[in-house]
């Protein structure tokens, strides 16, 4: 019976330990991540503002080939959205072009629907640099006591900046194949 109580005391005190470690955690995030392409701005800035472009090198779109895909408002630029519904590996959720400045950046409503609600900001920023474009990718938002908790447990810049990563160099890979065509 004493055990019990000790061992039921031991998870008591583990579970207010945790909740004060997350509580402590930033109210805020950003992830980001940048690569330098050999292409003009004016190349970069069109894989970005157009949603339909995205097929090409996000990073979550292979995830779930058979994913749903709707666009509304115009073809590209400020007020065009891409909403999505796929398998548990990419959920479902809606972007939307709050801000697009030919060819210096692109300002992006993100909305998560499921696996969890949350809504965040993902900028993009095209800047001359030697031989190209550096193209900044960053993600923010507020941080809910889940995404705190999911904080401690992993490391969500580690996790989403490998998938900028990944979707920076397949970007990379595409306009520079474009830039260096024979026109």
């Given at each position: 019976?004493?055990?019990l109580?000790?061992v039921?005391?031991?998870?008591l005190a583990?579970?207010l330990?945790?909740?004060?470690?997350?509580t402590?955690r930033?109210?805020?995030?950003r992830v980001?991540?940048?690569?330098?392409m050999a292409a003009?701005?004016?190349?970069?800035?069109?894989?970005?503002?157009?949603?339909h472009a995205w097929?090409?090198?996000?990073?979550?779109?292979?995830l779930?080939?058979?994913?749903?895909?709707?666009?509304?408002?115009?073809?590209?630029g400020?007020?065009?959205?891409y909403?999505w519904?796929?398998n548990?590996?990419v959920g479902e959720?809606?972007?939307?072009?709050?801000?697009?400045q030919?060819?210096s950046?692109?300002a992006?409503?993100?909305?998560?629907?499921?696996?969890?609600?949350a809504?965040n900001?993902?900028?993009?920023t095209?800047?001359?640099?030697?031989g190209?474009?550096?193209v900044t990718?960053?993600m923010?938002?507020e941080?809910?006591?889940?995404g705190k908790?999911?904080g401690?447990?992993?490391?969500?810049?580690?996790?989403v900046?490998?998938?900028?990563?990944?979707?920076?160099?397949?970007?990379?890979?595409i306009v520079e194949?474009?830039?260096?065509?024979?026109?």
């Amino acid at each position: 019976m004493k055990v019990l109580k000790y061992v039921g005391l031991g998870l008591l005190a583990a579970v207010l330990l945790f909740v004060i470690v997350v509580t402590t955690r930033p109210s805020r995030f950003r992830v980001e991540r940048s690569a330098t392409m050999a292409a003009p701005a004016e190349a970069v800035y069109a894989q970005v503002a157009d949603f339909h472009a995205w097929q090409g090198w996000s990073p979550w779109d292979r995830l779930d080939p058979s994913v749903k895909r709707t666009y509304g408002g115009p073809a590209s630029g400020t007020g065009a959205s891409y909403a999505w519904s796929g398998n548990e590996d990419v959920g479902e959720g809606k972007m939307t072009i709050t801000d697009a400045q030919q060819p210096s950046n692109v300002a992006i409503r993100l909305e998560f629907i499921e696996p969890f609600e949350a809504t965040n900001t993902t900028t993009f920023t095209f800047v001359p640099a030697p031989g190209g474009t550096r193209v900044t990718w960053v993600m923010e938002g507020e941080n809910t006591f889940i995404g705190k908790a999911f904080g401690v447990l992993m490391d969500m810049d580690k996790m989403v900046g490998a998938d900028f990563e990944k979707g920076l160099g397949a970007m990379k890979q595409i306009v520079e194949s474009k830039s260096a065509a024979p026109s």
